[in-house]
């Protein structure tokens, strides 16, 4: 009798000691797998992500492609310039410790999830084919990092930038938005970079005068007369100007466009004429912009210079 109690402590005794140590080295936590196949398998299962698959195997032990942990918990997912395809799957939001999503540089199509992972910091999914607009950032509240920037996202922002204490840095650039900015831009009280450009915004730029920012792009749009408090922030046009054959040619952004209009330009520098040098920094008249606007518009374009 005692010889069998015995053995039954012990075999209960190691298998409590195995489920611990399978816990405390390798096992990645079940939600995060799951989500990871979901995504793998969302993107067509490609060769590239090495590691990867959808049966067994374990992400953090195993060191998947792309996937760093902590402990038992994915934290970062870096998959940038890989060549992949596909769409993302639907559950992101159930990654709880993410911290950065990078998936940048690649072929990824469909609709952004609706909601992403939630405590994430840094989030990259430009130069994709994302084509949606139905944005859910509002959890986001750790959001440091947002850049959406070279994909066809069309339509209006949406204001879904309220309760984002931390965003510093934000990229939209060479999408298809359209519309007024949201006023709940107003509320990001951290942001220093925003880039709007090649977009097809409206309406006024006037909420953005009491933000912290360092950099701003917003050219190729249509918003209103710039106020004279952000002019200084705004990079210095890429203009130049060519007589050939009594046609005018603009370099503007990323195309080349003919037969333009005259315009007046310092033809030293190349800066439209009344533009001034405050605090060693050019600041454009404020007529500047909608002024090549309208230019621009009577243009016939000739190329585009942007590539993938």
Same mark, same amino acid.
């Given at each position: 009798? /005692?010889?069998?109690? +015995?053995?039954?402590?012990?075999?209960?005794?190691?298998?409590?000691?195995?489920?611990?140590?399978?816990? /405390?080295?390798?096992?990645?936590?079940?939600?995060?797998?799951? &989500?990871? !196949?979901?995504?793998?398998?969302?993107?067509?299962?490609?060769?590239?992500?090495?590691?990867?698959?959808?049966?067994?195997?374990?992400?953090?032990?195993?060191?998947?492609?792309?996937?760093?942990?902590?402990?038992? #918990?994915?934290?970062?997912?870096?998959?940038?310039?890989?060549?992949?395809?596909?769409?993302?799957?639907?559950?992101?939001?159930?990654?709880?410790?993410?911290?950065?999503?990078?998936?940048?540089?690649?072929?990824?199509?469909?609709?952004?999830?609706?909601?992403?992972?939630?405590?994430?910091?840094?989030?990259?999914?430009?130069?994709?084919?994302? =084509?949606? =607009?139905?944005?859910?950032?509002?959890?986001?509240?750790?959001?440091?990092?947002?850049?959406?920037?070279? =994909?066809?996202?069309?339509?209006?922002?949406?204001?879904?930038?309220?309760?984002?204490? =931390?965003?510093?840095?934000?990229?939209?650039?060479?999408?298809?938005?359209?519309?007024?900015?949201?006023?709940?831009?107003?509320?990001?009280?951290?942001?220093?970079?925003?880039?709007?450009? !090649?977009?097809?915004?409206?309406?006024?730029?006037?909420?953005?005068?009491?933000?912290?920012?360092?950099?701003?792009?917003?050219?190729?749009?249509?918003?209103? /007369?710039? %106020?004279? /408090?952000?002019?200084?922030?705004? %990079?210095?046009?890429?203009?130049? &100007?060519?007589?050939?054959?009594? !046609?005018?040619?603009?370099?503007?952004?990323?195309?080349?466009?003919?037969?333009? %209009?005259?315009?007046?330009?310092?033809?030293?520098?190349?800066?439209?004429?009344?533009?001034?040098? &405050?605090?060693?920094?050019?600041? &454009?008249?404020?007529? +500047? +912009?909608?002024?090549?606007?309208?230019?621009?518009?009577?243009?016939?374009?000739? #190329?585009?210079?942007?590539?993938?």
């Amino acid at each position: 009798m /005692a010889t069998k109690l +015995y053995l039954r402590i012990s075999i209960t005794t190691y298998l409590i000691s195995a489920v611990l140590f399978l816990q /405390a080295f390798a096992l990645t936590d079940p939600s995060d797998v799951t &989500v990871l !196949r979901d995504m793998y398998m969302s993107l067509n299962q490609p060769p590239q992500l090495v590691g990867w698959n959808l049966r067994g195997g374990d992400p953090c032990e195993e060191a998947w492609k792309g996937i760093s942990c902590s402990g038992s #918990s994915v934290i970062t997912i870096k998959l940038n310039g890989l060549d992949l395809s596909g769409s993302l799957g639907g559950n992101l939001f159930n990654l709880l410790h993410l911290k950065q999503l990078d998936l940048s540089h690649n072929y990824i199509e469909g609709e952004i999830p609706l909601s992403l992972p939630p405590n994430a910091t840094h989030i990259d999914l430009s130069f994709n084919n994302f =084509n949606n =607009n139905n944005l859910s950032l509002e959890s986001m509240k750790y959001l440091e990092h947002l850049n959406l920037s070279h =994909n066809s996202i069309s339509g209006p922002l949406g204001n879904v930038f309220t309760g984002f204490p =931390n965003l510093k840095q934000m990229d939209l650039s060479h999408n298809n938005f359209t519309g007024d900015l949201p006023s709940s831009f107003e509320t990001l009280s951290n942001l220093n970079q925003l880039f709007l450009q !090649r977009n097809g915004f409206t309406g006024s730029v006037g909420i953005l005068v009491h933000l912290p920012l360092h950099d701003l792009d917003i050219h190729m749009n249509y918003f209103n /007369a710039v %106020p004279s /408090a952000l002019l200084h922030l705004l %990079p210095k046009p890429k203009l130049r &100007v060519f007589n050939v054959a009594k !046609r005018a040619e603009l370099k503007f952004g990323s195309s080349i466009y003919r037969n333009c %209009p005259p315009f007046p330009m310092d033809e030293e520098n190349l800066w439209p004429v009344g533009t001034k040098i &405050v605090n060693g920094r050019p600041v &454009v008249p404020e007529s +500047y +912009y909608s002024q090549m606007q309208a230019r621009k518009a009577k243009c016939e374009i000739q #190329s585009s210079l942007i590539t993938r």
